[in-house]
């Protein structure tokens, strides 16, 4: 079987029966074609023909390449994901991935903005124009309910519920309410009652947030838009959609927030993930001692 028949079944596999997030299929599908495109290029043979010293020999040479940590381990990650389906589906009869370990590394805590950043940012967009009311609501969503910006755009206007102060988020077909503070609903409600029903392109649109078509927001043009107001607050950190949902979490968690509500709120299905937010927040208290205490 060819290179490409093989990443086109499991392209199928991951979709419609993992159900993988859009990014989750990306990221594996370029890691296992760059894969394959490694054993073209340097070997004899296809990916249904590797044995275990060749993708040992492939993890090596992307290290000598100046791949990082993360990216190695990423692609470790594919490539196993990859043979444990082929292997079940006995398209080879040998996994020859099981001995492929990641290393280990410093997991890189994740930069969340502090409580005045945040305020400095959200106060950005003016809500002078129709722009300026649909960047106001959107910041404001994002930071009041940690949604991640592919959840943020796929939102429709029947997911809001301003009377009760709630959203519908949709992730891998689960769904999750999350609370909003009441500033974040009043920013929504202007952007939905003043400005939504002239930007629409067709009125039939669903979509909650639009671009200046009128149709869906893409993650490109959100990112755009956080970018331009990170820079309109003179803050130097790279803040991307991640960094405000990051922040929302740290936040909930130095104020008391239980991490199984935290966990909920962020649609992790696993507690492990949220406890990154713990150690983040023991990180700051430690600096702050560190900064401020006459013997530290």
């Known amino acids: 079987m060819q290179n490409s028949e093989i990443i086109e079944l499991f392209e199928h596999y991951l979709r419609d029966e993992k159900n993988a997030s859009a990014n989750t299929l990306s990221s594996y599908l370029r890691d296992i074609r760059q ?14 023909t590797a044995t275990a010293a060749e993708l040992g020999e492939y993890v090596a040479w992307l290290k000598e390449n ?29 996994n020859p991935a099981t001995k492929l370990v990641s290393d280990k ?7 969340i903005l502090t409580n005045r950043e ?5 106060e950005q967009p003016r809500c002078v124009d129709a722009k300026g009311y649909r960047d106001r609501a959107m910041l404001e969503l994002l930071y009041a309910t940690g949604m991640r910006v592919t959840e943020l755009i796929e ?21 999750r309410f999350i609370p909003m503070y009441p500033a974040a609903i009043k920013a929504l409600e202007n952007y939905m009652t003043l400005v939504r ?22 993650r490109q043009g959100f990112w755009k838009i956080i970018k331009y107001y990170q820079k309109k607050a003179d803050i130097d950190k790279d803040i991307t959609p ?3 949902r990051h922040s929302f979490a740290a936040h909930l968690l130095e104020n008391g927030a239980d991490i199984h509500a935290i966990a909920e709120m962020l649609g992790h299905a696993d507690i492990s993930s949220t406890q990154v937010y713990s150690q983040l927040v023991k990180k700051q208290l430690k600096d702050v001692y560190n900064k401020a205490h006459p013997r530290a």
């Open 35 to 48: 894969l394959a495109a490694y054993l073209e290029g340097h070997t004899e043979v296809d990916i249904e």
């Open 66 to 94: 100046g791949k990082s940590v993360a990216t190695v381990s990423r692609s470790i990650a594919s490539i196993k994901n990859l043979y444990s389906y082929l292997f079940i589906r006995q398209l080879v009869t040998v």
């Open 105 to 111: 590394s410093v997991q890189k805590l994740p930069q």
């Open 118 to 122: 945040v305020e400095l940012l959200l």
């Open 155 to 175: 939102l429709n206007v029947s997911d809001v519920n301003l009377a009760a102060g709630v959203v519908r988020c949709h992730s891998r077909n689960k769904e």
């Open 197 to 218: 029903p002239q930007m629409i392109a067709e009125t039939e649109e669903e979509s909650l947030f639009v671009n200046v078509s009128g149709e869906r927001m893409t």
């Open 242 to 244: 991640h960094t405000l």
